[in-house]
């Protein structure tokens, strides 16, 4: 507490190595405490001097105490001859090692012979004795020296420490009681004094005779007021509980309740006391004076709802039942017997008024889940305003409440409908029917009520937009509601809302089986996906499906086309083209469709097969068609097909070009075995077909050139460079990978070489 202030803290320190050396017999602890202070302070002489007396006395100490008890044999004055015989002492006790204890008590007891009044030396022997356990002596010399002592309190000091002695340690109680007496006369109402006679006399059962020391202590002048309170409530206790004496208790009660009002044992005994006599408006008073002095509000409460007990039952008493009960309601909003109470006071008074406000304030505090017991409390605030104040308005309200909490109540719900058609309150009777609708269970009645809804919105508000919602929900009920699907047709229509207006045309189109008007809505339905929507997917699906009706209708297929450009859909552009071929009988016409057929498998569907189909079909048309003759060859050989494209050029007996073709498609193959399997077929078509084996060679090079080790190729070409050649050695063409080859010795053939 002192570490802002050094000062302050050296004081204390050398304040505490004084006390310990001078009265606790502790130069050891007295040591570090002035060391604490010379720290905080260095060069303080007091300390310094007291530490060096202290180093003295430890280095000399038999010099010195032998000294001190030299002086005290010589001294004449009694209190001298005392401090010297206890200074002794006390360095004997704290320095000698063997056989001090004999020699410390011989001094101790020589000292308090010499001044039988030294509580000094009384205190000091006490240390030693404590410390060896020797409580009986500890106890007599504690006694005589009380018995001696001059100063009331040293007196009180030694009496107190010789009734603990006496009491904890050697249970001596009759002895320890005198001693607490004694403090008694020094100290009226001293608290262990009275603590340890009140817990005796209560031992012992001896009530006068702790009466009796409760009135000495109250006699007291120097008491406090929580002192006397204490004091007057234990009285009071003994004479109502243990004495059964209620009627002298009362006076220490009164006296009490002008002290504490709401003190709990005081009210306690007034409950009895007037209890037993039935006056109940004198406790009436005592509660009401205590309720307003209580310190908190669950006190208020519960004084409050006692009070509101007592009262109610009172002829004159409703006014102060109703305040009781209405404090009892501010500290706790929903308690069940304050409610009940103050409804039957509230009646029984006729203040109509303020049950209705009970009453709300009681719904507005139950939660959803006391669903139940807020529509009883409903019901009846619903009774009272029809029937005690005649509020038509506020009736009606309450249905609207009861409906909300319970959406499925018919009984609130028809009388609202009934009083809001009555009245012409077109904007107040569809919420209601909304409700119900919303929480019926009967399909049929759900669809009725939303018809009926629908109407009101268009007969009385000429609200097309508002009857949508309704007659939307029929139809979620009654899929097949032709009334419901026309009304919202010709709204969606007027609205030009074209999503839900697809919607009700997808409907009616599944609920039509005439084939005409099917054809009509699906043809409506992909004008609408594809004008209005721009769902292309959808809109040629659904033209597609016209087609089923109307097979090659040209404003059909023409909408198509137009779609499956905008949606890039080529697939669809090419069934319609494929349509249009089957529903055209013009050659000319049909040549070009197919045509535009082919272009579009080529370029677009990236399709080569069906691209070749319909260029063969065009060909079987005009077989002089050299665009589809060229076109039908790039697109076999776009597919791979080389089988057509040589009964193409086989057809035409154009050889010469389908070796040419099968050349370079053999050159720009990048699959090894494609490359050879293409090479073998023109060097077949060189040696069969042209009868001209000797350019053949170039196709057996390329072979050699993915697989130098073909057999094949190898047999093939030596007899073609044997024939165009006569030297013993010769060059190749630069695309073969042998450079060069010699003849070797007679039937071991040819040796060729890389490189």
């Known amino acids: 507490l002192t570490e802002d202030d050094p000062e302050f803290e050296v004081v204390l320190w050398r304040e505490l190595g004084r006390l310990r050396r001078e009265d606790l017999m502790d130069d050891a602890g007295a040591v570090e405490a002035y060391e604490r202070a010379l720290a905080l302070r260095p060069g303080d002489e007091d300390v310094q001097r007291a530490l060096e007396q202290i180093t003295g006395v430890r280095e000399r100490w038999q010099e010195i105490s032998q000294h001190f008890i030299d002086q005290a044999d010589q001294a004449s004055d009694a209190t001298l001859k005392t401090s010297l015989l206890v200074r002794a002492a006390s360095i004997l006790w704290q320095y000698k090692k063997k056989g001090k204890n004999k020699e410390v008590d011989r001094l101790f007891k020589d000292a308090l012979e010499t001044d039988p009044a030294s509580s000094r030396a009384a205190r000091l022997y006490e240390i030693t004795l404590r410390e060896r356990g020797k409580w009986k002596d500890l106890g007599e010399v504690l006694l005589s020296a009380a018995k001696s002592a001059t100063g009331r309190d040293d007196q009180l000091g030694l009496l107190l420490a010789a009734a603990r002695v006496l009491s904890q340690k050697l249970d001596d109680k009759e002895r320890a009681m005198a001693c607490y007496e004694r403090v008694l006369e020094l100290v009226p109402a001293h608290d262990e004094a009275l603590g340890f006679l009140v817990s005796h ?11 009796a020391l409760y009135e000495d202590a109250l006699r007291a002048r120097q008491l406090k007021a929580d002192a006397e309170q204490g004091i007057l409530l234990q009285i009071a206790m003994l004479h109502w509980r243990m004495l059964k004496r209620a009627e002298r208790a009362e006076p220490y009660f009164a006296r009490l309740r002008r ?3 709401s003190q709990p044992v005081m009210l306690d005994f007034y409950r009895e006391f007037y209890g037993a006599t039935s006056d109940s408006s004198k406790l ?20 409050s709802l006692e009070i509101a007990r007592l009262a109610q039952d009172e002829p004159q008493g409703f006014e102060r039942a109703i305040d009781a009960w209405k404090i009892v309601l501010r500290h706790e909003a929903g308690h069940l017997e304050a409610l009940t109470a103050l409804k039957q006071l509230y009646r029984r008074s006729g203040k109509w008024n303020a049950l209705v406000e009970l009453l709300r304030a009681e719904v507005d505090t139950l939660g959803d889940d006391q669903r139940e017991q807020k529509l009883l409390l409903l019901r009846e605030l619903l009774a009272v305003y029809r029937d005690e104040l005649k509020l038509e308005a506020m009736v009606l309200s309450t249905y609207n409440t009861i409906l909300q909490v319970e959406p499925g109540s018919q009984e609130a719900a028809a009388e609202l409908a009934r009083t809001y058609e009555a009245m012409g309150r077109w904007n107040d009777l569809i919420p209601v029917l909304s409700r119900e609708a919303e929480t019926s269970s009967d399909p049929k009645r759900k669809v009725a009520l939303y018809a009926r809804i629908a ?7 000429s609200n097309y937009n508002q009857a949508t919602a309704p007659l939307e929900q029929v139809l979620a009920l009654d899929p097949d509601n032709r009334e419901a699907l026309a009304q919202l047709k010709d709204i969606y229509s007027k609205k030009r809302a074209w999503k839900p207006l697809y919607a009700v045309l997808s409907k009616e189109e599944e609920l039509t089986t005439d084939a005409v008007q099917k054809r009509v809505l699906l043809s409506e339905l992909a004008n609408l996906a594809g004008e209005r929507l721009h769902e292309y997917p959808d809109a040629i699906a659904l033209y597609e499906r016209v087609l089923t009706f109307e097979p090659g209708a040209p404003r059909v297929l023409d909408a198509l086309e137009k779609l499956a450009e905008r949606a890039k859909d080529w697939p669809a552009m090419a069934r319609a083209l494929e349509q249009r071929v089957a529903h055209t ?5 049909k040549i070009k469709l197919l045509s535009r057929l082919g272009s579009l498998h080529a370029e677009r569907t990236n399709d080569p097969a069906k691209a070749a189909d319909a260029w063969r079909r065009v060909l079987a ?3 002089k068609n050299g665009r589809a003759m060229r076109t039908l060859r790039e697109a076999y050989l776009a597919a791979g097909d080389f089988e057509s494209v040589e009964a193409l050029y086989a057809e035409a007996g154009d050889f010469e070009g389908f070796v040419d073709v099968l050349g ?7 699959d090894p075995a494609l490359k050879q399997r293409l090479s073998f077929r023109a060097a077949e078509i060189y040696e069969q077909k042209l009868n001209e084996s000797a350019r053949a060679f170039r196709s057996y090079e390329r072979v050699l050139s993915v697989d130098s080790k073909n057999a094949r190729a190898v047999a093939a070409l030596i007899p073609i460079y044997e024939r165009t050649t006569s030297g013993r050695a010769w060059r190749s063409s630069s695309r073969s990978p042998y450079r060069t080859c010699r003849r070797l010795p007679a039937k071991s053939g040819f040796h060729c070489s890389r490189g």
């Open 201 to 211: 006399f209560t031992e012992l059962e001896m009530w006068d005779h702790l009466v």
């Open 259 to 261: 002290a504490d009002p």
């Open 284 to 303: 009436l008073a005592i509660l009401a004076d205590a309720q307003r002095r209580v310190g908190t509000d669950p006190e208020r409460a519960k004084l």
């Open 455 to 461: 109407k009101l919105w268009i007969d009385h508000f």
């Open 585 to 589: 009988d013009d050659v000319a016409a």
């Open 621 to 623: 048309l005009d077989p």
């Open 664 to 670: 370079t498609a053999a050159d720009k193959a990048v």
